[in-house]
């Protein structure tokens, strides 16, 4: 039996082969656009703030009774005999821990001892019977600057006096290779409120910029193409928290 070809079939063919190259071609025009956008300032927190204010001062007795949870706080809860609800637990930056059971409690502002008997209140009313609650800080970010994002190394790191931001992101080892330097988050706690200000690092490493002082307590966060999406939602939502602008005004 003698094989049937289509005229048409070869026509066809090319066809495909070019609407597969200018696909191939558009693809690469918008991971160009992609890298591009990667590089640049954005979102809402405000850049070139100058009057970006001095942080609250620490309390003296830090991690005394009186000492109030602040953000990226390590919590170590404990419940009695209940291993499930037990754990370490980060304090995120919107100033909210995650806890099995209860999910989203504010922790901020308050101190481990009403952490501890809000706690055993919420456990009590529904899931446990007298249940037996304790809440440490296993580590504190008030004596220590942090750096996350897109850093080589994140983490707390201390200091003992204020450092320039370049200084602070020298900590970690500078920033990596899916950094956006055009826009990094420094937040800071000020009249009992969290705020934050945008700044260039680029601008800054050119001269272009004043390279701004870093306090004991600030929280660093480079922006970059793989950094936590909780980071990114905190990044692009931030009127939440109360933002810092170059008025003065603190919206919400």
């Keep these: 039996m003698t094989s049937f070809h289509p005229q048409g079939a070869p026509s066809a063919r ?16 918008a991971l160009a656009a992609l890298a591009g956008c990667a590089n640049t300032r954005g979102g809402s927190i405000p850049y070139e703030v100058q009057n970006f204010g001095v942080p609250d001062r620490p309390s003296a007795a830090a991690l005394e009774e009186d000492y109030r949870i602040a953000p990226l706080d390590t919590l170590k809860i404990a419940v009695f005999q209940v291993p499930d609800l037990s754990g370490e637990f980060e304090v995120d930056l919107t100033g ?20 501890q008997a809000e706690l055993a209140s ?10 037996q609650v304790s809440v440490g800080v296993k580590s504190s970010t008030t004596r220590n600057v942090t750096l996350d994002g897109a ?102």
């Excluded at 919420?122 to 249940?131: A, D, H, I, M």
């Design 14 to 29: 090319a066809g495909f082969d070019l609407v597969r190259a200018a696909l191939f071609v558009l693809a690469l025009v």
């Design 96 to 115: 909210n821990v995650a806890l099995p059971l209860l999910g989203t409690v504010k922790a901020i502002d308050k101190t481990p001892g009403t952490l």
């Design 122 to 131: 919420r456990l009590g009313e529904k899931y446990l019977q007298s249940p």
């Design 151 to 252: 850093v080589k190394y994140p983490g707390m790191y201390p200091i003992e006096r204020p450092v320039s931001l370049v200084q602070a992101i020298a900590l970690a080892k500078g920033t990596n290779e899916e950094a956006n330097p055009r826009r990094v988050a420094v937040f800071r706690t000020i009249g009992g409120q969290r705020m934050a200000a945008a700044f260039d690092l680029t601008s800054i490493r050119r001269g272009e910029a004043e390279d701004p002082k870093i306090y004991s307590g600030d929280i660093i966060i480079v922006d970059g193409s793989r950094i936590k999406q909780t980071q990114r939602e905190i990044l692009s939502a931030l009127p939440i928290i109360g933002m810092f602008n170059p008025y003065g005004l603190i919206t919400r």
